[in-house]
């Protein structure tokens, strides 16, 4: 039975579990800045690679760090209807004390354009420096100097709060969305989109420099969500 990735989410056709923190719990500081640098080269899009410390998540029990961003653009996942998102960002997690051939978790956040959208220039550097013409580099080594990042930002908001929200999820079971399709990866896609200012669309399309990967059979495979209907 193939488990490839992305696969169409729908409420309907998840089961709700009773205690999801049991299952993920995302430990992004909400204002904390962590250093990277771009890598154009690896897996053929623009990588955000993490040096030093880096944000963790707990995945049944184990942690996990989170080592490269990356965005696609258009989404890959489709999540509550048969329309793919503007843009969809990716958080690859390994485990603490793995290395990057260990299965990975990977959180995945889909994006519209908003008008209304926080910029997130200024002071959040993956975006700014994408903003320029060096800021996501096509060669091992060219991309700009260290730069600091805050995962959380990137995250939709809860509803009336400017809280990211970490707790509503689809999980699932699936690959890597390029070469080499690994089937080992644990996918967890938000529910809701987050949205990015006009004014930075071409900053994530700068950096999309792989497009996304068609739907794969969900064959016999679980969806769960954190969420009621």
């Not at 890598?39 to 989170?66: A, C, M, Q, W």
């Not at 965005?71 to 004390?97: A, K, M, N, R, T």
């Amino acid at each position: 039975m193939s488990s490839q990735s992305p696969i169409k989410l729908k409420p309907e056709s998840a089961l709700q579990i009773a205690n999801p923190q049991d299952l993920l719990t995302i430990r992004y500081p909400a204002t904390q800045s962590f250093v990277g640098k771009f890598d154009g080269v690896e897996s053929s899009h623009g990588n955000f690679e993490l040096g030093g410390t880096k944000p963790k998540i707990v995945f049944r029990g184990r942690k996990y760090k989170l080592v490269k961003i990356h965005i696609h653009e258009l989404s890959e996942h489709v999540v509550g209807g048969d329309s793919p998102s503007q843009f969809e960002v990716h958080f690859v997690h390994i485990p603490v004390h793995g290395e990057g051939s260990d299965p990975k978790v990977v959180l995945g956040v889909l994006y519209r354009e908003s008008e209304e959208a926080e910029r997130l220039c200024g002071d959040e550097a993956i975006i700014a420096s994408l903003g320029d013409e060096e800021g996501c580099g096509t060669e091992k080594g060219d991309g700009k100097p260290t730069h600091s990042v805050t995962p959380a930002r990137f995250f939709p908001r809860v509803c009336g709060s400017s809280e990211p929200d970490f707790d509503s999820w689809y999980y699932y079971e699936g690959s890597l969305t390029s070469y080499p399709y690994s089937e080992d990866v644990s996918w967890f896609v938000m529910k809701d989109e987050a949205v990015v200012h006009p004014d930075e669309t071409r900053a994530f399309k700068r950096c999309s420099q792989q497009h996304a990967r068609g739907l794969q059979p969900l064959e016999r495979r679980l969806v769960l969500r954190s969420f009621g209907e």
